[in-house]
């Protein structure tokens, strides 16, 4: 096959095609960024492209001010929000949540209608578009977003106790994240991502009739509002953790590729998940990054690599991507047996195992 661009791969690879080999994205953290930026001679987009990352991914929405702001440590700030953050660590931690009491009366959602959110996007779409694929990351969007204006534990009680507060709560996040992703679309983009970490270990963090009663519906609110705006705008469902239960109706909403597939719980099976979900959805993600990538050896690393590959790429419909950034307490001898290792693995036709 001739070699594709980038955005040709990625796409193909959501059509469920076995293009030339399986497309990349990779994310790391900040510090871990810093540490191949010297070896690879490049940063920010540059150094992604290095690392051969198929598509470029631009953070807006509640989760830039947070987990993407870069700050001193111990640094203290306040969100457009009204979330007070404290860099601790090397990461943001929520100190005070705007929404202290189940009542919305005097909080005003940020504007997403200011040209200013867009102007990253225009940035990365004139200079990388010929040849990337452009994802828009909305995630941290509704259930998830909620935790960060009420507080987790005060959130999920809302379920129970303050279920039409938490309705508005959702309201006003849809609204706000629906805005901002059409007039993402509008500038051209491939891919539009939402979702919350509603998953743990095992299960969801709320019995799966409350979510579907309560953020469901938000959800495919959303969807069809983006593909009104264009019909063939694709779509990425994320969340970490244990999502199994709620992939049929992932699968109702016609998304386009589930991720970060975190090997546990009813996820724990990467081949069954093929089986049993391939024909109608892609996948992104699946190497364990909680014991397998800190703490395995480079062969282990390497093997785990080709596994997920195995698993998951077969017929096309998968994008590689640890199940999460890669953190700092992952060696560079382990980074570097990755990298080896899709070198090594990632072309069609597959290796057989």
Known sequence: MAQLTSRERFIGTLQRHEVDKVPLLNRFMGPVAAKLAPIFGATGRELEIKLGNDALMVQIGINAEYSHKVVPEGA???????????????FNQPLEHPLKEPSLAGYVFP??????RMTEIREVMDAYHDRYAVVVDLSCTLFEAGFHLRGMENFLMDAYENEDFMRQVLQGLADYYTALGVHAIEQGVDMIRIGDDVGVQSGLLLPPAKWRTLVKP?????????????????????????????????????VDLIGTMQPCGQLADPFRIKREFGARVSFLGGLDVQQLLPNGSPAEVRDGVRRVLQ??????????????YINVDVPLANIWALLQALQDFRDYPLQAA
């Open 218 to 254: 938000h959800l495919q609110r959303m969807i069809e509002a983006f593909r009104r705006a264009n019909p063939r705008i694709l779509l990425k469902y994320h969340s970490c953790g244990d999502f199994y239960t709620i992939i049929p109706d992932l699968l109702d909403f016609e």
């Open 76 to 90: 203290v700030y306040t969100s457009e929000w009204g979330v007070k953050y404290q860099r601790v660590h090397g």
């Open 311 to 324: 698993a998951y790429a077969p017929g096309g419909g998968y994008v590689f991507m640890p199940a999460h």
């Open 111 to 116: 504007d997403p209608h200011l040209p200013s």
